[in-house]
C-alpha cells in the first residue's frame, strides 16, 4: 500500500492566521491524498505551491499579506481569507518538518 503525503496535514496547527486557513488546509489535505511518499521537502514546497495557485487563484509570492477566496468565506470579519504569512512562516515550515519525519 502507497503511502501519501496527505498524512502530515492529520495534525492540525493549534492557531491560524485568518479564518479561511483551515479550510484552504482542508482542501490542500484531499489534493495530497494524490501525492505519493517518499517525496523530498523541496519536491513538497514546489507542489505545495502549484497546489496553492490551483486552490486560491494566488500565489504564495504576492505582495498582499492575505488573500480573499470566496469558496472559504463562511461567516466572520476574516471569513473568506488566507494569511499568507501563516504559510510561509508556520505552516510550510511545519509542514515540512513532519514529511521529513516520515523518513525516520
Not at 472559504?72 to 513532519?98: D, K, N, T
Amino acid at each position: 500500500m502507497l503511502k501519501t503525503v496527505s498524512v502530515i496535514f492529520n495534525e492540525r496547527p493549534k492557531r491560524w492566521g485568518l479564518r479561511g486557513d483551515p479550510y484552504l488546509w482542508d482542501e490542500l489535505e484531499r489534493y495530497f491524498q494524490e501525492v505519493t511518499y517518499p517525496c523530498t521537502g523541496e519536491e513538497f514546497a514546489e507542489i505545495f505551491k502549484y497546489a496553492f495557485e490551483e486552490l486560491t487563484g494566488s500565489s504564495l509570492g504576492d505582495l498582499d499579506k492575505r488573500i480573499y477566496c470566496e469558496k472559504y468565506s463562511h461567516g466572520g470579519m476574516s471569513s473568506g481569507h488566507v494569511c499568507l504569512e501563516f504559510w510561509i512562516e508556520v505552516a510550510i515550515p511545519m509542514l515540512i518538518e513532519r514529511l521529513e519525519g516520515l523518513a525516520i
